[in-house]
């Protein structure tokens, strides 16, 4: 397995690509750091073993906070793995959620509707997060946007200053076909 490529945004902000689906730019998931280390997004399981050798590689594993976008398989799934991990090495993940999320999260079986054959952990014990919430990662704020639309518990996240917005699912990142 290649090591993720990982592509600085700001001082502040990484971009991780985790190769979605196997394929090179189809998904990201964000790294902001400041005293403290925040992951937004944990892809699937396929892609958590290796996400936790990116953020090794650079020192920052177990992140201290692990923020999902929203409620979909494919930016949650790799946080209960992520999460085993942090615990087997003596830490935890804070993992946080937009409140709308936190009910879909705690019971991941209305995913089976995108892949019926997948199975799907529970997301239990996220703590809740709110509509102009801000979060200081010593250092760095960040705040909490409401970004329903994508989905229904959609949220983004905002580094006040740097002015750059995190969005899960965000079109832009341009897909290198690999043939």
């Keep these: 397995m290649a090591l993720f490529s990982i592509e600085s945004i700001n001082d502040h902000v990484s971009m991780i690509d985790i190769e979605l689906f196997g394929i090179r730019r189809a998904g990201a998931v964000f790294l902001i750091k400041g005293g403290l280390s925040c992951l937004v997004d944990s892809g699937t399981p396929k892609e958590a073993k290796g996400l936790i050798k990116a953020l090794d590689s650079i020192g920052v ?3 201290d906070h692990l923020i999902l976008t929203h409620s ?15 615990d087997k090495r003596g830490k935890q993940i804070k993992v946080m ?3 709308k999320a936190i009910p879909n999260l705690a019971d991941q079986s209305w995913n089976s509707a995108m892949d019926a054959k997948q199975k ?11 509509n102009g919430q801000v979060i200081d990662l010593e250092g760095v704020e960040i705040e909490i946007l409401d970004f329903s639309g994508h989905c229904a518990d959609d949220i983004a996240i905002y580094d006040r200053e740097n002015k750059t917005l995190i969005a899960g699912d965000a079109l832009g990142y341009q897909v290198e076909k690999s043939l």
């Design 72 to 86: 979909h398989w494919d930016h949650t799934q790799g946080t209960p793995i992520l999460c085993r991990e942090a």
């Design 97 to 99: 959620a937009s409140e």
């Design 120 to 130: 799907f952990e529970n997301i239990a014990d996220a703590e809740k997060l709110r």
């Design 61 to 63: 594993f177990p992140p």
